[in-house]
């Protein structure tokens, strides 16, 4: 799977050409905005990776520990995390729940802090007012700006799908180059003298072991990732989020 910088770079590359075509469709710069944002927004925080320890998490600073239960109940490339269209809305779900939680808390303290103050003799029913009043104002908004909304929700899934998508066409060249390996391999081992066929049986004759005097065993080939340059210089090498 590419690192979190290659997504990160699909992002940022891919984002011009998004607000391009969305501003050359729409000729609007507000759903231009809503489209461009909250793509970025996907791809940077809010995308599939927020089901393991990834960059989309670290983003989220004193506030990632939110998504410790998602994290925890997901297997890392699930469907209902890196799944088209499910992946976007079981995480938009999962964030209202926590927008309704942090609401709510913030509802009963002001509430009680009302009372406190000598303006209402019981918090309880204000709470109850404010929550009510939250609520409806929250279900409206997508009815009162609903093309706002849907411009919202592509953007979101695009900046997913962009990440799942290249999960997907990295893991199947991967698996194709592997397979190719595995087919020429045999074909080798016929052509060569059977002394360096089986390179395990002759190894420890060719190479003695590595006491410090003699030179030291060949090291593996590191197979590297193809990468798209980082957007904005050089960054630091982070760790690959698979
Ligand atoms: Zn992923």
Redesign the pocket.
Same mark, same amino acid.
């Given at each position: 799977?590419p690192s979190g910088r290659t997504?990160d770079s699909i992002t940022l590359w891919s984002l011009p050409l998004l607000a391009g075509l969305t501003f050359a469709s729409t000729q609007s710069s507000s759903l231009t905005l809503c489209v461009s944002g909250s793509y970025l927004f996907s791809g940077l925080m809010f995308?599939?990776?927020l089901d393991?320890y %990834?960059h989309q998490y670290k983003r989220w600073g004193l506030l990632r520990w939110i998504w410790l239960p998602y994290r925890r109940s997901l297997r890392?490339?699930s469907f209902w995390s890196?799944g088209p269209i499910a992946g976007t809305i079981v995480r938009v779900a999962y964030l209202l729940i926590w927008v309704v939680l942090f609401s709510s808390g913030g509802i009963v303290v002001g509430a009680v802090v009302v009372q406190l103050a000598g303006k209402t003799n019981d918090w309880f029913v204000l709470a109850q007012q404010w929550w009510s009043h939250s609520l409806m104002v929250l279900g409206q908004l997508p009815l009162q700006h609903p093309t706002e909304t849907i411009a919202i929700a592509l953007g979101l899934e695009l900046g997913a799908l962009s990440? %799942?998508l290249s999960?997907w066409l990295v893991s199947t060249y991967r698996r194709a180059m592997n397979r190719r390996v595995k087919k020429v391999s045999p074909s080798i081992k016929q052509i060569l003298p059977p002394n360096l066929a089986s390179p395990s049986e002759n190894t420890a004759a060719q190479h003695p072991p590595f006491l410090g005097r003699s030179s030291p065993p060949p090291q593996p080939q590191v197979r590297r990732e193809a990468q798209l340059p980082p957007f904005g210089g050089k960054g630091r090498g982070e760790r690959s989020?698979k």
């Open positions: 799977m997504h995308g599939p990776d393991v %990834s890392h490339r890196h990440h %799942s999960d989020e």
